[in-house]
């Protein structure tokens, strides 16, 4: 099944022709009503006529998350206030969120994109699917929520948490769909083996998994542990939250909903276009977005594109599971984390010293994040008693912060490694 085989089978010329004219709208509409552009592109001095050809859109100054938090929280906004019609915000380094705002006809569009995706992973309007994502300022659960409901599913809002009740409400009210990060899914399978159920207890059939990285071997083990079919789903919050791309059943790539994202891959070094089918640092550019204009937003991610057509039917364009990140920011258990943070918290305790040492590991799919810090008050040194106190409230502050739970090593006082550059904090031993 295809939701919009109009969009969706499209040649790829005919893609490229309307990626041309939204693009060409966008960038007069973002010039017109966003100072950030007019002032960037006078800068440059590129004007929107200059974009006569998709290419001419590397003429353009490029957009990162620094500008947005520059811009916080509305700066990027490009309607009235009295247009908003939803708020969301995705979790940032300073305490202070970054903001992404839509307008009704954003929110439309943000539905049809996901409600696509929904049907590529084998979706139906017959399906009951559990929404295992955190309702709230994260656009995972709302997202893929309002998506599944345009397919006309019933959609259970279970969020996240409580994975003996989840599994309750998937038994009792024959769950057939889940969505949620692809480390709960196995957490999910894990809790139904301690608790005597098997696969067959369940109605599971379709699974939808995204807003961290996951392999090919974990979703065979999704698949293996849980009866269902897994695909993964990408998307972020400065773009328009999930919705940018999502595998279809045939696992070969996610689908980008090119009609409404523009997609460049460049060298994170140089910033110049790689290869084909070469990995790169992807570029998104919103050709429609109409309250908040993203134009060359850099994503940090690193993937390759596929631009064959797929045996699914579908020709939109199809991006790798990510490689990785060009920035330091870790992905643990789906939650964002900046090394940034964990310092922040650290060098609020006058006992320990200033170097640490982040680890983060994989264990049977569960993310560990450990922090290995250095003892430097001597007054309690070899006191077991208040090393431990000290260590509980350090990993209290941590978890109020993070929001996850953290392995605290203390370690004697120059026992960590020392940089005469750039210091390598984070050590990720994740293969993923
Ligand atoms: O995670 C949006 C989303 C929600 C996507 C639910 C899919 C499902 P943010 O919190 O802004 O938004 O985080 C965005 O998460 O730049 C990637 O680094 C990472 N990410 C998202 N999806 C995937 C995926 C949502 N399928 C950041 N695989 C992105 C790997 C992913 N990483």
């Known amino acids: 099944m295809i939701y919009d085989e109009r969009i969706e089978k499209m040649s790829r010329e005919e893609m490229r022709k309307l990626q041309l004219e939204r693009l060409q709208q966008m960038v007069a509409y973002a010039y017109d009503n966003v100072p950030f552009y007019k002032k960037k592109y006078d800068e440059a001095g590129v004007k929107p ?16 998350k620094q500008d947005l938090r520059d811009n916080y929280p509305y700066g990027f906004l490009s309607v009235p206030t009295s247009e908003i019609a939803r708020i969301h915000a995705s979790s940032g380094t300073s305490g202070k969120p970054t903001v992404v705002v839509y307008t ?71 769950t057939t769909a889940i969505v ?24 599971l059939r379709v699974g939808m998994f995204g807003s961290e990285a996951s392999s090919d071997a974990m979703h065979e083990e999704i698949a293996r542990k849980l009866h269902l079919m897994p695909t993964d789903n990408y998307g972020l919050s400065e773009i328009i939250g999930p919705g940018v791309s999502g595998e279809c059943v045939h696992k070969c790539g996610m689908h980008i909903n090119e009609d409404h994202f523009y997609s460049e891959l460049l060298s994170p070094d140089t910033l110049q276009p790689v ?47 990510l490689r990785g990140r060009t920035d330091d920011m870790l992905i643990i258990k789906g939650v964002n984390v900046f090394p940034s943070q964990i310092e922040g918290v650290l060098l609020t305790f006058p006992e320990i010293g200033a170097s640490y040492e982040i680890v983060v590991t994989r264990e049977d799919y569960k993310d560990k994040l450990e922090v290995k810090v250095e003892l430097l008050d001597e007054k309690i040194i070899g006191d077991y008693g208040a090393i431990e106190s000290l260590s509980r409230r350090i990993k209290n502050a941590l978890k109020t912060v993070l929001q996850i739970d953290v392995k605290l090593t203390i370690v004697d006082h120059m026992a960590l490694k020392r940089f005469d550059g750039k210091a390598k904090r984070v050590t990720d031993l994740r293969t993923y």
């Open 275 to 321: 290869e084909d089918g070469e990995y790169g640092e992807l570029v998104l550019t919103t050709l429609t977005k109409k309250s908040m204009p993203m134009i060359r937003y850099r994503t940090k991610d690193i993937t390759k594109i596929d631009y064959s057509p797929c045996a699914c039917g579908r020709t939109t364009a199809r991006m790798a599971k």
């Open 104 to 174: 009704k006809e954003d929110m439309e569009i943000w539905t049809e994109c996901v409600a696509r995706m929904v049907v590529a992973a084998g979706g139906r309007s017959d399906d009951i699917v559990q929404i295992c994502f955190g309702y709230g300022l994260f656009t995972g659960a709302l997202g893929l929520h309002q998506g599944w409901e345009r397919i006309g599913a019933a959609v259970i809002p279970a969020s996240t948490g409580n994975t003996e009740r989840q599994i309750m409400l998937m038994k009792d009210l024959q």
């Open 180 to 203: 949620c990060t692809p480390s709960y899914a196995l957490r999910i399978a894990e809790e139904m083996e301690r608790l005597g159920y098997k696969p067959e207890d369940f109605k």
């Open 49 to 64: 006529s200059d974009i006569k050809t998709l290419k001419d859109i590397e003429k353009l100054p490029f957009v990162t």
